[in-house]
């Protein structure tokens, strides 16, 4: 089940990794780690602080971690469309720098949050699951950067717009899941 919940909580990252791989026009095996890093940690940091908040903010991080993952991810894949659709020449796309990357990490980890607070619940080896959820997550991102800067050459903008629409997807479908149940 650990590996499963690992995989399921990467899987965000993955797709983002993607995106960001695609912009990426010569890709080094250093910004794919900065990059497989940010979403890494972040996704293996987000629930030790869920499991650490456990039942005392429960009701409040889970009443809100959809909107503030389907605001982040909206923002930026609306970005994402508005850049493609702009005649400057731009090379920020490949930008790993701290502020981008933390927002694109923490959007993509709210709901491991949410998970780490369901750990405090039930009796679960913290130590051994948030290693697992970051082992998991660098590794998909990792290959993710790849995967995306495989394609990245041949769609150009095009790809920016498939990025774009990429996230807004992930924003809507966090937003959905967690107003459905």
Do not use: R
Not at 12 to 35: E, L, P, Q, R
Not at 49 to 66: A, P, R
Not at 120 to 136: D, E, H, M, Q, T
Not at 171 to 180: Q, R, S, T, V
Request: hydrophobic share 55%; with cysteine.
């Amino acid at each position: 089940e650990l590996f499963l919940i690992s995989l399921g909580l990467g899987m965000d990252a993955f797709a983002v990794s993607i995106c960001k791989g695609i912009s990426m026009k010569n890709i080094k095996i250093k910004k794919a780690i900065i990059v497989a890093l940010y979403f890494g940690v972040f996704q293996a940091v987000m629930p030790l602080i869920g499991y650490l908040l456990g039942k005392t903010f429960e009701n409040i991080v889970v009443s809100i971690d959809h909107w503030i993952a389907f605001v982040l991810l909206e923002g930026i894949g609306i970005n994402m469309i508005k850049e493609a659709f702009s005649n400057k020449e731009e090379d920020n796309n490949e930008d790993i720098s701290f502020k981008v990357m933390s927002i694109l990490a923490l959007a993509t980890s709210i709901d491991a949050l949410a998970i780490g607070i369901t750990f405090a619940f039930f009796k679960v080896n913290i130590i051994f699951s948030i290693i697992l959820i970051g082992l998991i997550t660098f590794s998909l991102c990792f290959g993710g950067v790849y995967l995306g800067s495989k394609c990245g050459d041949k769609f150009k903008s095009k790809s920016e717009i498939f990025g774009g629409i990429i996230l807004m997807f992930l924003g809507a479908k966090i937003l959905i899941e967690h107003l459905m149940s």
